[in-house]
């Protein structure tokens, strides 16, 4: 990015020397989160840029502004100043010098993993693992601006009569999670899936592909009484506490006289749910890991049933991140209609701070969307 003058083709309405912006100077609670006017960029050679029209808020976004946003191998750490926004919709506004796969006008959704495709993991096929890519929003300046810049490849391009922006924004990150958990957990036709944190966007998303995949039912576990109708609305056949004395035995007599799920999707990731995970799930079954609530999660502290994982024979996998495949097969889906994420509210742009402290509430089933 640069905001320099670049060579750009002419755009088909004039772009603004400046812009608003989003940035991070310190970390701390929604206030600092400051709303500004700075120079628009202009696109380098084999980058676009993009008018951004929507935004959707996760989990990430808070801990990164909170500043306790765990430090993952193979990634550097953060550092200040920043600027938020991992997931974003918007059109194309100007290309840079040497740019002949994209055009002005095309409505396009950020990739929330470009893939380097150089480092050894990607050589290998594991993109989820690469560690040359570029986070928006993580690694490097994110879409909380009206305008970013992108390199040409790291956007996926949506037909015009497509789903609106705000219905675009919130699919790749929390799709693409799910997509690389279900395809982990090798989700087939019969299988009886359980997915925690039911009312997350991670959690919404997974229902949706685990039926998509071939499961026979979905339970979705959660906290939260009052969310039950939304969490079925979204996806799930059934909803349970997993605190409730009998949790594990309401899903074990869903199972067919087996001794559990096959499959349990954790996208919360806390100590208390893998413990329950590995007691729910049936003999030889699979559970996927895809979450990381706390810092200390990623320490050697954690204490589980290692006895019951060997004697119930389970696999237990780590899912992070996800591939280009995965985000383009998300994407896909969501223009065919066969995934919908729920937007339980949106807010215009400069109200962001309202919007980070209506996900931290997480009060709602799906995404927070933000307007611009």
């Known amino acids: 990015m640069t905001t ?4 750009v083709i002419e755009a088909p309405a004039a772009i603004p020397a400046t812009m608003h912006a989003v940035r991070l100077y310190e970390y701390g609670g929604p206030e600092v989160l400051r709303y500004e006017e700075v120079p628009t960029p202009s696109p380098g050679p084999g980058e676009i840029l993009i008018r951004m029209r ?7 976004d808070i801990r ?11 990634r550097p750490a953060p550092s200040l100043p920043f600027q938020l926004g991992r997931e974003g919709a918007g059109e194309i506004v100007a290309l840079g010098e040497g740019v002949s796969d994209r055009a002005v006008g095309e409505r396009v959704v950020l990739l929330a993993a470009p893939a380097c495709g150089r480092c050894v993991y990607c050589d290998r096929g594991d993109g989820g693992l690469c560690i040359g890519v570029e986070l928006p929003g993580h690694t490097r300046f994110g879409c909380n601006a009206e305008y970013v810049t992108a390199q040409s490849g790291d956007v996926l ?24 958990m279900v395809k982990l957990a090798r989700t087939g036709v019969g299988d009886v899936v359980v997915v925690t944190a039911a009312a997350s966007s991670v959690g919404v998303a997974a229902m949706q592909l685990a039926r998509l995949a071939g499961a026979n039912l979905v339970i979705g576990l959660t ?22 004395p009998d949790a ?25 749910l893998v413990r329950f995970a590995i007691r729910a799930t049936d003999l030889g079954g699979r559970i996927v890991l895809a979450a990381t609530p ?14 019951l994982v060997f004697t119930k024979h389970l696999s237990i996998l780590g899912s992070r991140g996800y591939s280009r495949g995965d985000q383009r ?9 066969k995934i919908s994420m729920p937007v339980a509210k949106t807010f215009p742009f400069d109200q962001i701070a309202a919007a980070h402290e209506a996900q931290a509430e997480a009060k709602h089933v799906g995404k927070i969307v933000l307007t611009v």
């Open 248 to 272: 594990v035995e309401r899903i074990r007599a869903f199972c067919g006289g087996r001794i559990g799920a096959d499959v349990v999707l954790d996208a919360y990731g806390s100590e208390e």
């Open 223 to 244: 906290r939260s009484a009052d969310k039950h109708d939304e969490i079925r609305a979204a996806g799930a056949d059934i909803v349970l506490d997993h605190r409730n």
């Open 294 to 307: 706390a810092a200390d999660v990623l320490t050697d502290t954690t204490a589980l049933p290692l006895g």
């Open 329 to 337: 097969q998300v994407l896909d889906l969501a223009v065919r209609g």
């Open 157 to 180: 391009v949506v037909p015009a009569d497509g789903p609106a922006f705000t219905e675009l924004a919130p699919i790749l990150w929390a799709y693409a999670t799910a997509q690389h």
């Open 54 to 60: 929507a935004m959707a808020v996760n989990g990430w």
């Open 64 to 74: 990164w502004r909170s500043g306790h946003a765990p430090q993952v191998p193979g």
């Open 4 to 7: 320099s003058p670049a060579t």
